[in-house]
Nanobody
Framework: VQLVESGGGLVQTGGSLRLSCAAS????????LGWFRQAPGKGRQGVSC????????WYTDSVKGRFTISEDNAKNMFYLEMNNLKPEDTAVYYC?????????????????WGQGIQVTVSS
């Protein structure tokens, strides 16, 4: 399993970015997919996830209405569309995946990780 993020960068407050995660070595059917972020001096935080069984989506409160997670099974890619960005969104963003197993159906993944990509929102 390999995950590679792209699409980060520097943007002004109110701007938009779309993060992409290219996945290889697995298909999405049985996997939870997600985006996490880590700001300087803080722990890693879940941002948005797609559950492994019914594909329902979850968002942390601070990004609801601004961020959208999506997947493209044909391309083996998933995305995080980020709109109305704020300085507090500045962080290294990671994509992640985890396979469901038996009766364990993860909502947010914690098994496989990308290398991370910087998103900086200037005020």
């Amino acid at each position: 399993v390999q995950l590679v993020e792209s699409g980060g960068g520097l943007v002004q407050t109110g701007g938009s970015l779309r993060l992409s995660c290219a996945a290889s070595g697995f298909t999405f059917d049985d996997y939870a997919l997600g985006w996490f972020r880590q700001a300087p001096g803080k722990g890693r935080q879940g941002v948005s996830c797609i559950s492994s069984n019914d594909r329902r989506t979850w968002y942390t409160d601070s990004v609801k209405g601004r961020f959208t997670i999506s997947e493209d099974n044909a391309k083996n890619m998933f995305y995080l569309e980020m709109n109305n960005l704020k300085p507090e969104d500045t962080a290294v963003y990671y994509c992640a995946a985890e396979k469901r197993s038996g009766s364990y159906y993860p909502l947010c993944p914690h098994e496989y990780w990308g290398q991370g990509i910087q998103v900086t929102v200037s005020s």
